[in-house]
């Protein structure tokens, strides 16, 4: 299991000189949208206490001045001419809405509107002087969900095991095994956990088809590209087909995700689930002359981490090499800070791996019970994640099932990140903080059982945080491959901007193997 709490605020709008003394904006509750701004995100307004950079360009109109928005959240068709629009160049920072904002990549004319392409950019590059901060926490109720499965770089391989030895032994081995606060920035993606004998087969999943530019009217202007345009936004949150998977997310009692997958002779079931009493989510930032002085993010409640996992192939020619997931979902809860209508939104990533011997099956149940805050603090004195507490209630161990006449192991990882913010939620500019779970299990086999003499874990929870925007290369590189089909000439999306720390070790629990 992975979680990720992020807290990020960022607005645009036109900026004047600043002092070092700045008011500090409070923090209301999860705010109604309606219309325009249920769909695309809430309005800024021009006065309040932020004060922004110069290059930051505040759309006249908000929400009421956009046409239409890429289900990515990367392509707005915005009213040309609504206030301001004239001064939107390449290079220059648009802020439309809570999710349109953004350094923009590209920009062309479309009849009476103007189509604008936007990547992501970090705090302080949209905040000059600001503080904001949770005067009580901020309850996880009243989301809007957002389906986008055509986006791109929902699906990638994971980088192949090049060190992957030999094909009889189950023993695990953990390569990436974080130390205690390492200082070099962790990618956001899901650790590989790879048991010796698994055979690196690539990822039974495919990118999806690439978007085109929209007309006015909402049809393709680009053929045979199509756009898919940003879906309106449910109350109840939808389930997801992607290459091959079965996805069904939960939030907000419970957070987590329900997974099926049957193709090829393989079929894996299993869930993933953090359980709450009363979640809720506190946080703050301070900016002064475009650097952070502080900042922290908490996610409260956290009670419990279940999960279940069963995975079955007909042959070892069924087994697969699972790659990263991105669920298809943004939960998102809009909350005004001020001038500033951020975003606290949550997204969950996983990946799933099979090493079966033969014509086998596994399986497994793990409970664990957490105390205190998942979340960190960044000032003076340095950066720190807060370290919760996990006992074991039930023992993915003990709890291991296996039939199979040959060594099996099975990978799981699954990561949840929570973000406080403005911009698209594929790269929001955030204060964000993401706990990551990694599972790896095997046994040596034994025919004719369902109990295993030997058998062997590793479970690992990790936290990483920054103050900027994270993307994993690989998905960048979908994006900046997708940009570059729909615009002439775009500038080059970034994968990250900001700092970041960690993983920071929060609990990890090894077994030799053929200890049990």
């Given at each position: 299991m992975s979680v990720a709490t992020g807290c990020i605020v960022a607005i645009a709008a036109c900026g004047s000189a600043s002092s070092t003394s700045h008011a500090q904006a409070g923090v209301g509750s999860v705010q109604t949208l309606h219309g325009n701004e249920l769909r695309y995100g809430a309005s800024p307004t021009r006065s309040g206490p932020i004060i922004y950079q110069p290059d930051v360009v505040l759309l006249g109109g908000g929400a009421g001045a956009v046409r239409s928005v890429s289900s990515d959240g990367l392509i707005w068709t915005i009213d040309g001419a609504a206030?301001?629009?004239?001064?939107?160049?390449?290079?220059?920072?648009?802020?439309?809405?809570?999710f349109g904002a953004g350094r923009v990549?590209?920009?062309?004319?479309?009849?009476?509107?103007?189509?604008?392409?936007?990547?992501?950019v970090a705090l302080t590059d949209i905040i000059r002087d600001g503080s904001f901060a949770t005067t009580k926490p901020v309850g996880l109720a009243g989301f809007a969900a957002y389906s986008t499965p055509e986006r791109p770089g929902l699906i990638t391989d994971l980088p192949s095991d090049n060190g992957a030895a030999s094909t009889t032994t189950a023993s695990l081995r953990y390569p990436n095994k974080p130390t205690a606060r390492p200082r070099a920035a962790a990618s956001d993606s899901v650790i590989e956990l790879p048991t010796q004998h698994f055979i690196a087969q690539p990822a039974d999943v495919a990118v999806p088809s690439l978007p085109g530019v929209p007309n006015p009217d909402g049809t393709s202007k680009t053929d045979p590209l199509k756009l898919p345009p940003l879906p309106a936004p449910s109350v109840k949150i939808p389930d997801s087909e992607l290459g091959g998977w079965s996805i069904h997310p939960t939030?907000?009692?419970?957070?987590?995700?329900?997974?099926?997958?049957?193709?090829?002779?393989?079929?894996?079931?299993?869930?993933a689930?953090?359980?709450?009493?009363?979640?809720?989510?506190?946080?703050?930032?301070?900016?002064?002359?475009?650097?952070?002085?502080?900042?922290?993010?908490k996610l409260n409640g956290?009670?419990?981490?279940?999960?279940?996992?069963?995975?079955?192939?007909?042959?070892?020619?069924?087994?697969?090499?699972?790659?990263?997931?991105?669920?298809?979902?943004?939960?998102?809860?809009?909350v005004p800070i001020g001038n500033l209508p951020v975003v606290i939104g949550i997204q969950q990533i996983f990946s799933v791996s099979l090493g079966l011997g033969g014509e086998a099956s596994f399986s497994t149940h793990g409970e664990y019970a957490?105390?205190?805050?998942?979340?960190?603090?960044?000032?003076?004195?340095?950066?720190?994640?807060?370290?919760?507490?996990?006992?074991?209630?039930?023992?993915?161990?003990?709890?291991?099932?296996?039939?199979?006449?040959?060594?099996?192991?099975?990978?799981?990882?699954?990561?949840?990140?929570?973000?406080?913010g403005v911009g698209p939620p594929i790269a929001s500019a955030s204060i964000w903080y993401k706990i990551q779970t990694t599972l790896g299990l095997a046994t040596s086999g034994t025919a004719g059982t369902t109990l295993v003499a030997c058998k062997s874990i590793t479970l690992a929870i990790t936290g990483t945080y920054g103050v900027g925007y994270q993307v994993p290369e690989i998905v960048a590189s979908a994006i900046n491959f997708f940009l570059q089909k729909v615009f002439k000439r775009v500038e080059h999306f970034d994968a990250t901007g900001g700092k970041s720390w960690g993983p920071d070790e929060l609990f990890e629990r090894h077994t030799p193997p053929c200890s049990k």
């Open positions: 206030a301001h629009a004239n001064e939107l160049r390449v290079g220059k920072i648009m802020f439309a809405t809570s990549l590209a920009i062309q004319q479309s009849g009476p509107n103007k189509i604008v392409a936007i990547g992501p939030c907000c009692d419970y957070i987590g995700i329900h997974l099926g997958y049957a193709k090829n002779g393989a079929k894996v079931q299993g869930n689930t953090l359980r709450f009493e009363r979640p809720s989510v506190t946080f703050s930032l301070s900016i002064a002359h475009g650097s952070v002085l502080n900042a922290s993010a956290v009670a419990g981490f279940t999960f279940d996992l069963l995975a079955a192939v007909e042959s070892s020619a069924a087994d697969f090499k699972g790659g990263r997931v991105e669920v298809p979902v943004d939960i998102a809860f809009p957490v105390g205190g805050s998942l979340g960190f603090s960044i000032g003076p004195h340095g950066a720190h994640a807060d370290i919760p507490t996990l006992q074991t209630t039930k023992s993915a161990l003990d709890s291991m099932r296996t039939f199979a006449i040959a060594p099996s192991g099975l990978l799981f990882a699954y990561a949840l990140k929570v973000s406080i």
